[in-house]
């Protein structure tokens, strides 16, 4: 898994939107993300987890995470990670999105997980599972391994044999080598097919024997179906000649009893013939000279009934006619009157317009009256705020002369501001200095009651730990030296001891086991050798005691001397910091040129912040009174405007509505209109409304008798016009009607058939025609056929002379041949199927002693096969090989990190112990190391175990990112794992560390800045834009 792009908003701390560019952390292979503590550096790796897994260590699902994840400025969590990931390498993205409850700031919606792989440039969605399959780790195991958060760094040196195990089955895919089920299922199934085999070969009799027997009976039983079947075949052709003849002689016979029935109906049929031929004559000849005939008869009929019908219409219609006449030039003379009526409405209606202008201009007056009233009104006012006004800006103008320039304002407000940073800095440093000097003397005094350096508390109070040191060292080489002494004294002391014991064992005359003498006169002996060699040996005794005391106080005194090396380090760099902030306040008071505040003077500063804050606010205040004493104004002439303009519209509809009374009272006043002026209006209106009414109603009914006498005329002319055309009709039709009867007796004469009803009585019976027309035909057809097939069955003899006696004694002994064949078919059929299932069984059990014999030897290797499997012992001895592997390739780097002083191992029980190389080799706990010591031994197993998951999980990518302050570490130990990490670029290897160590920071050049804003969140600076 190789990041590609992380955003990040309303995630923790991080307030705003922030976007992670991976790509120039990835191609420096080692990067960092630095930042003070508590700034967002692990809420990025959370992210990250988060996004992949759906978890992070730091909260769970019953801490109300989503709430407590979201930023509290924030009302939206959104984070989009972008990753390249599998073999071959395809990009795949995921992002989380969730949001707060409108109506409840406390309460949040699901977090929505949605995942996407990318194709042809375009994100697909995918399911969440598939990126479980990409990344192929368990969220556990993926932050034990490859993002290994904050505090979890030494979580794998921890875990129990069992625990560690189980993960390494997980990462490795260990459980391919769990084949205890498969084994024991494959034990069960071969066991069970055993015994179905042997029990099948248990009830299998079949022997050569049998079949042989069987195979003679066969044999006898085919001999005798041959013969049989030799006489059925000649017999059979008898029979199936005599048969064919048989059958000639019964269609013979039946065909004579046919053609006996046809000739009883040759009479019948004679004279259906003759009726048909009548039948097709006057068919043929009259049918269409008839129904033409028919045809025009019934136009003639139709024509002189059509006729009656509109005479009598006409009849109606005319008196009709005449009195609609009459009607129409009688409304005709009343309509003349109305446009004397319509004038007279015009005028009444003018009249009532010329009073309604009256009442508007009466009405209008008052309203001109009040605008004026209110105009002068607004001009007072108006007067008054333009003169407050003037006021307002006068004063503005004075305090605006007594306000310094703005930009002087906020260069000595960021003057002051960097002059406050840089004293408390300052103090701080001071602080930490004095602090460090404290832990110094707490040192030195914990020496001083160190029981382990009871010898040296004399010299500690004297001096300083590193002259201790140097002179515990002279002591230890001179203790060493005497020791060395002593001990080549002893060892003389033990060769006399030893010369002086075989002396002792010297008898005359037996060699010396030394010389081969056998002359021993005078014998060696050294009696105060023994009390010599006692008293050295003490003194040895207590040298190695004060040498050991010298080696654990020495021991001590180092550690006392790398705790004082670490004070004094940061001492000096209190002291470098001091100086250097020191530099940097004189820097800052030579770039103060402000006149009339004195540099530093901070209760000046503060009286110069608090006039300038009165002038500001005061200047605001002025301001805001001016802008609304400015928007008063405006909607006092506004107003001033609207009521001019709206007076001026009044004064224009009177003079306007003036001129068109004058105009009325011109045109229409005379003694009509001062007559009706005497009217109220509602009387003038009830007159226009009767005589609208009157006009109305005239024009209605002329309308009305208009339409209907349109109408009547209308319909007079279509019936008088048809009726004329009908007449036409009639006429024509009675003429073709004589010419038809004339052709029709002129073809009677020349026809058999006596008058034209004989002809229409014939051609009446067309369904008798066409029935005994088809029997006819039927019956004629049938009486050839017969005819002939009587005459050929006639010229065979053998036929018509069939003996049927002789006929059914052959079929009888056919059936009895038959019955006999079947017998021995079925018993040869019954033979052959015992001989072939005793066959097939001799077949089956030879295969099936086999098959029992083979599953018994599979039986008895798949049985050593289980119990190999059994317990998880394969997987537990392929999990102690890979730890093995994984311990070689952790030691590697331990070993170089602690100068080949410690070492990693396993034990009987699969867990890990420390050999120390400084104490003849010997084991002990994990937990014995010191907290830096466990850092450099977590280090290292985390870069194995990522190493050897890189090679076995192409998905994850050489990448490997470590959450951990590395705070433990001295700069020696620190110089070191920087070396590891740097070697690691060589390798290929992709790193991120996340730390807030400045002096590892310094080291690695690529890197992201996190800090807190105090306004706007976490904000992150790559360090390639940091400039």
Not at 115 to 139: C, F, H, M, R
Not at 824 to 850: A, F, G, P, T, Y
């Amino acid at each position: 898994m190789i990041p590609v792009k992380l955003t990040l908003e309303g995630l923790f701390s991080y307030q705003q939107r922030q976007e992670i560019n991976f790509r120039p952390l990835v191609e420096a292979r080692l990067f960092g993300i630095f930042g003070p503590v508590g700034s967002g550096k692990s809420s990025i790796t959370e992210a990250i987890l988060y996004a992949l897994f759906g978890d992070i260590e730091r909260l769970n699902s019953r801490e109300a995470r989503n709430y407590n994840m979201m930023n509290l400025r924030s009302n939206r969590l959104w984070i989009d990670f972008i990753f390249n990931a599998g073999n071959p390498s395809q990009q795949y993205r995921i992002t989380v999105e969730g949001r707060r409850k409108p109506k409840n700031y406390h309460e949040t919606e699901s977090l929505d997980r949605k995942a996407y792989q990318k194709s042809n440039n375009t994100w697909l969605p995918i399911a969440l599972e598939k990126i479980d399959e990409v990344i192929g780790l368990s969220y556990d195991n993926f932050r034990r391994t490859i993002i290994i958060p904050q505090g979890k760094f030494q979580e794998f040196l921890q875990l129990g044999g069992a625990d560690r195990i189980r993960m390494l089955k997980e990462i490795f895919q260990l459980e391919q080598f769990d084949l205890y089920n498969k084994a024991k299922n494959l034990f069960e199934k071969n066991h069970e097919i055993l015994i179905q085999v042997n029990t099948r070969l248990e009830s299998l009799s079949a022997t050569p024997e049998a079949i042989t027997t069987l195979q003679d009976e066969l044999n006898t039983i085919t001999a005798a179906l041959l013969q049989e079947r030799q006489k059925y075949s000649e017999l059979q052709k008898r029979k199936d000649q005599q048969a064919l003849l048989y059958e000639k002689n019964q269609q013979w016979q039946g065909l004579k009893l046919q053609f006996e029935q046809l000739n009883k109906e040759a009479e019948v049929m004679e004279r259906n013939r003759n009726f048909i031929e009548k039948y097709q004559m006057a068919e043929s000849s009259f049918r269409s000279p008839l129904d033409l005939l028919d045809e025009i008869s019934n136009r003639v009929n139709s024509l002189e009934k059509r006729c009656k019908e509109l005479s009598h219409q006409i009849e109606i219609l005319q008196p009709q006619r005449n009195n609609i006449q009459n009607q129409l030039a009688l409304w005709k003379q009343k309509s003349e009157e109305l446009p004397f009526r319509e004038v007279f409405v015009e005028k009444i209606e003018e009249l009532l317009h010329y009073r309604k202008i009256q009442q508007q201009i009466i009405e209008i007056n008052p309203k001109i009256q009040a605008l004026i009233d209110q105009i002068k009104s607004h001009d007072e006012t108006l007067k008054s705020k333009k003169e407050e006004k003037s006021s307002i800006l006068k004063e503005y103008e004075e305090l605006e002369t007594q306000l310094p320039n703005p930009n002087e304002i906020k260069q000595i407000n960021q003057w002051f501001t960097e002059y406050d940073r840089l004293l408390e800095a300052k103090q701080q440093t001071e602080v930490r200095k004095q602090s460090a000097l404290n832990d110094m003397e707490i040192i030195k005094q914990d020496a001083l009651q160190n029981s382990h350096l009871i010898l040296c508390h004399e010299l500690l109070a004297q001096k300083s730990i590193p002259e201790v040191l140097e002179e515990i060292q002279r002591n230890y080489n001179l203790s060493k030296n005497q020791l060395d002494e002593i001990r080549n004294q002893i060892q003389s002391l033990k060769v006399t001891t030893k010369l002086a014991d075989f002396a002792k064992e010297l008898r005359e005359g037996m060699p010396c086991p030394l010389c081969g003498s056998t002359s021993h006169p005078h014998l060696f002996s050294a009696p105060e050798v023994e009390a010599k060699l006692k008293k050295l040996e003490s003194t040895e005794i207590q040298l190695k005691a004060q040498q050991q005391a010298i080696i654990d106080a020495m021991s001590e005194l180092k550690q006392y001397l790398g705790k004082l090396k670490a004070k004094s380090d940061e001492i000096e760099k209190a002291n470098r910091g001091l100086e250097k902030l020191t530099q940097q306040i004189d820097l800052h008071f030579n770039t103060y040129h402000f006149d009339g505040l004195e540099v530093g003077n901070k209760k000046a500063y503060q009286e110069f912040s608090e006039k300038i804050e009165f002038l500001q606010n005061r200047l605001r205040k002025l301001n805001l009174n001016r802008n609304t004493l400015e928007q008063e104004i405006h909607n006092l002439e506004e107003k001033h405007r609207k009521q001019s303009t709206e007076m001026n519209q009044l004064q224009q509809q009177i003079n306007f509505l003036s001129g068109q009374a004058e105009m009325l009272k011109n045109k229409y006043g005379g003694r009509e209109w001062e007559e009706n002026f005497i009217h109220s209006d509602d009387e003038l209106q009830n007159i226009i409304k009767t005589t609208l009414e009157e006009i109305k109603s005239v024009k209605k009914e002329l309308q009305q008798i208009e339409e209907q006498a349109e109408k009547i005329q209308h319909h007079w002319d279509q019936v008088n016009a048809e009726l004329k055309s009908k007449h036409i009709d009639l006429e024509e039709a009675k003429e073709k009607l004589n010419v038809q009867n004339r052709h029709i007796e002129k073809i009677l004469t020349q026809s058999p058939f006596t008058s034209l009803e004989q002809i229409r009585e014939i051609l009446s019976k067309q369904d008798y025609f066409e029935q005994i027309n088809f029997r006819f035909k039927e019956w004629e057809t049938e009486y050839k056929k017969i005819e002939s097939q009587l005459k050929d069955l006639e010229k065979d003899t053998y036929v018509v002379n069939f003996d049927i006696d002789n006929y059914e004694k052959i079929k009888e002994e056919v059936n009895n041949l038959s019955n006999i064949i079947e017998e021995l078919s079925r018993k040869e059929s019954v033979k052959q199927n015992q001989i072939n299932e005793m066959k097939e069984h001799l077949d089956e059990k030879n295969r099936l002693m086999s098959e029992s014999e083979r599953l018994t030897a599979r039986e008895s290797r798949l049985n050593d096969l289980k119990n190999l499997f059994k317990a998880n012992g394969f997987i537990n001895y392929v999990s102690t090989i890979y730890l093995k592997n994984l311990v070689r390739a952790a030691n590697r780097r331990f070993l170089e990190l602690t100068g080949h002083q410690l070492q990693l191992q396993l034990n009987d029980k699969n867990e890990f112990v420390v050999c120390d190389m400084m104490n003849d080799g010997h084991l002990r706990h994990i937990k014995s190391l010191s907290g830096g010591q466990t850092f450099l031994a977590a280090f290292s197993m985390a870069l194995a175990l990522a190493d050897i998951i890189n090679g076995n999980k192409p998905g994850i990518g050489n990448f490997f990112f470590i959450d951990e302050g590395f705070g433990s570490l001295d700069k020696n130990s620190l110089r070191m794992v920087f070396q590891a990490l740097s070697s690691l670029q060589k390798d290929n290897r992709i790193v991120g560390i996340i730390s807030h160590v400045e002096d590892l920071q310094q080291e690695i050049p690529v890197s992201l800045s996190v800090f807190l804003d105090p306004q706007n969140g976490s904000q992150i600076i790559p360090s390639w834009l940091s400039t």
